[in-house]
């Protein structure tokens, strides 16, 4: 692994962009978890200040935290394939094609959220670092490349080839 990162510099920034990929998804699923009673109870008041029923405000509630739920479920699916390409791609040049399609989807999604989202400050810098690993990982996706190495105390002779050998006698008339 460490021969792999000093031949090839993007296999490494991959696998950087990799873990800081993985570290934002949980980051942002805590986050979500944790906000998302408060955000509900917000929800349920500007409901009830609006004159819906009880009833009809549990259902959508209820609804909302659902829907909450399995898209935290596909964050983390998503995110483990994001892992499984880039880990792979960037030690030993597998799934190379899976990683720049997740590099793709990742970075067409970023700069869309920078445009949709608000102007809070945090929400600002949080784009930011986000469309930068994303960039990041796409190029280290499109630059990585199977670079295979082998050091000479690890050759193996292939013990199936076998010669032959010959008796002179043999072709004597």
Do not use: H
């Not at 509900?40 to 200040?49: P, T």
């Not at 499984?84 to 399609?101: D, H, P, Q, T, Y």
């Amino acid at each position: 692994m460490k021969e792999r990162f000093k031949n090839n510099k993007w296999a490494l920034a991959l696998f950087i962009a990799t873990i800081g990929i993985i570290v934002s998804s949980i980051i942002g699923i805590i986050i979500l978890y944790v906000m998302l009673p408060q955000a509900l109870e917000e929800a349920k008041k500007v409901l009830e200040e609006q004159g819906y029923s009880e009833e009809l405000i549990e259902v959508s509630i209820g609804i909302t935290k659902g829907i909450l739920m399995f898209s935290i479920f596909v964050s983390i699916i998503i995110t483990l394939f994001v892992a499984l390409c880039g880990f792979k791609c960037s030690l030993n040049g597998k799934w190379r094609k899976g990683a720049i399609v997740f590099g793709v989807i990742f970075v067409v999604f970023d700069v869309i959220s920078i445009f949709r989202d608000g102007g809070q400050i945090a929400v600002i810098i949080s784009n930011v670092i986000s469309i930068s690993l994303s960039s990041l990982y796409l190029a280290g996706a499109i630059k990585c490349d199977y670079s295979f190495t082998l050091k000479a105390n690890e050759f193996q002779p292939n013990d199936e080839v076998k010669t032959s050998e010959s008796n002179d006698d043999e072709f004597k008339i």
